[in-house]
């Protein structure tokens, strides 16, 4: 078989055969051999013959998950968990965190490919800048609807800027856009690299002596990096004008009464944490977006459901990495909207 020849061979050859693409390595395997100076014509073969019982060569899906495995580079944990026949969730996990450690220490070298980044922020910032905005928008008009009903009641209309300031910037905006930034670039990270490497575009950027994790994963995730915290500032002035808006020309509360409440409510505090969680958002939907388009097999099929659980789970990662941040970062009994009586 092709594997057992490349296993055989010694580590620079089976590094060479490695970079190729399986179509390249069925061809070579398939060549014949012709001794110099001698003419060698195949006898004719007899039907039933001792060839019939050869084992095939592995499909091309077999070949490509043993080149993604193999591929120079790869860590031994992740060849233990394929030789192991890991489930796939497992192998993915850790895939994710590999490639996650592999990006850190890539931007701390400054191995970054900035013509790539550059395009990446573009996709990540300004494509994505429309329905993040728009869906604040609404977000902060629905909250001001319950919170000016509720809290007319009780006579407490000046203190709607200040709740609201204190829940668009702690929760909504930074989960709003996590939320938008997993569906609209997420998906697309996890359904490109799936299929680059489906289709053998992966084992090309090796042939060519390029790291594909240096010009494909690193861009993006510095790219989510950099935006998610734009993204969230933008996103929380745009759900606090929309607020503002509404409880002026519906509810007749004048905006200087809401927005001295949210200025008075809000702190740098405040500020840092959204920062802090629209950042670590954006970094885990980038990683785990890549790692899930990394580790795709199993040709249009296998990039649909790639796509499908990268938005998946990396929406879960974001509910779950909230919680910890919230309990971290807002624990215990506040005194915000003290400022507000």
């Not at 077999?62 to 060849?79: F, H, N």
Request: glycine share 8%.
């Amino acid at each position: 078989m092709a594997l057992q020849g490349l296993v055989g061979r010694s580590p620079a050859s089976a590094l060479h055969r490695r970079q190729l693409s399986p179509a390249l390595l069925r061809s070579a395997s398939c060549r014949p051999t012709c001794l110099p100076h001698q003419h060698r014509q195949e006898p004719p073969r007899a039907a039933n013959s001792t060839l019939d019982a050869i084992q095939p060569e592995p499909d091309d899906k077999e070949l490509r998950e043993v080149l993604l495995v193999e591929a120079a580079g790869t860590p031994s944990i992740l060849k233990k968990l394929h030789d192991a026949k890991a489930p796939k969730w497992l192998f993915r996990t850790v895939a994710c965190m590999v490639l996650g450690g592999q990006v850190v220490l890539r931007i701390f070298k400054g191995n970054i490919h900035w013509k790539n980044t550059a395009e990446q922020l573009r996709l990540v910032g300004p494509a994505s800048l429309g329905v993040s905005l728009l869906t604040a928008g609404f977000v902060g008009m629905v909250f001001t609807i319950q919170f000016v009903r509720e809290f007319a009641k009780l006579g407490l209309t000046r203190s709607v800027g200040g709740v609201l300031a204190l829940a668009l910037s702690r929760e909504l905006t930074p989960v709003v856009t996590a939320i938008i930034l997993a569906g609209r670039v997420g998906s697309a990270f996890a359904a490109e690299l799936g299929t680059m490497q489906v289709s053998e575009q992966m084992d090309s950027l090796r042939v060519l002596y390029t790291d594909p994790v240096d010009y494909l994963v690193t861009p993006r995730v510095l790219a989510s990096m950099i935006a998610g915290p734009i993204l969230n500032v933008l996103c929380f002035l745009m759900g606090m004008g929309a607020a503002v808006f509404l409880a002026d020309i519906v509810y007749n509360v004048p905006a200087n009464v809401i927005v001295d409440s949210a200025r008075r409510a809000l702190t740098s505090y405040d500020v840092m944490t959204s920062m802090v969680k629209s950042w670590v958002f954006g970094t885990v939907v980038a990683t785990i977006s890549c790692a899930w388009g990394f580790t795709t097999s199993g040709g249009a099929k296998g990039v649909g459901e790639s796509t499908t659980s990268a938005v998946v789970i990396s929406l879960v990662t974001i509910f779950i990495a909230d919680f910890f941040l919230s309990l971290v970062f807002f624990q215990g009994q506040g005194d915000a909207l003290k400022q507000l009586k």
